[in-house]
């Protein structure tokens, strides 16, 4: 009876190993880089509840920087969706006006929702 091949195979399995372990260290060094802005001016979200009153959002509105846009959310799962919506979206700030935004927004930020979104209470 003929002894297997232990080297060929031995080698052959080292090498795997080497090649899985190189690409593991690519991919964790590429995981690692720091996240480069390129984006350009801020960009800014008004989360408005629905009990949010109207002068309270133009008061958030004007006070923001950047381009800014107004969103209206129906209720407290809706501002809840809306809130993680513009984080995808990339803005750059969001603030939350009413209290079902205010909750939104606060909770989104403990999740750390949203790659460099600042997310911002308006006052009562």
């Known amino acids: 009876m003929t002894p297997p091949h232990l080297h060929r195979s031995s080698s052959m399995l080292a090498r795997s190993a080497l090649v899985a372990l190189v690409l593991t260290g690519c991919a964790g060094a590429a995981a690692s880089q720091q996240h480069v802005d390129v984006s350009g001016p801020q960009r800014t979200a008004v989360l408005a509840g629905a009990d949010a009153p109207s002068p309270?959002?133009?008061?958030?509105?004007?006070?923001?920087?950047?381009?800014?846009?107004?969103?209206?959310?129906?209720?407290?799962?809706?501002?809840?969706?809306?809130?993680?919506?513009?984080?995808?979206?990339?803005?750059?700030?969001v603030v939350g006006v009413g209290a079902q935004a205010r909750a939104a927004v606060t909770q989104a930020a403990a999740g750390e929702v949203g790659d460099g979104t600042s997310w911002q209470t308006a006052s009562r």
């Open 56 to 93: 309270a959002v133009t008061a958030a509105a004007q006070r923001a920087e950047g381009t800014v846009i107004v969103r209206r959310a129906d209720g407290t799962f809706d501002a809840q969706a809306e809130a993680t919506r513009l984080a995808a979206e990339g803005y750059d700030t």
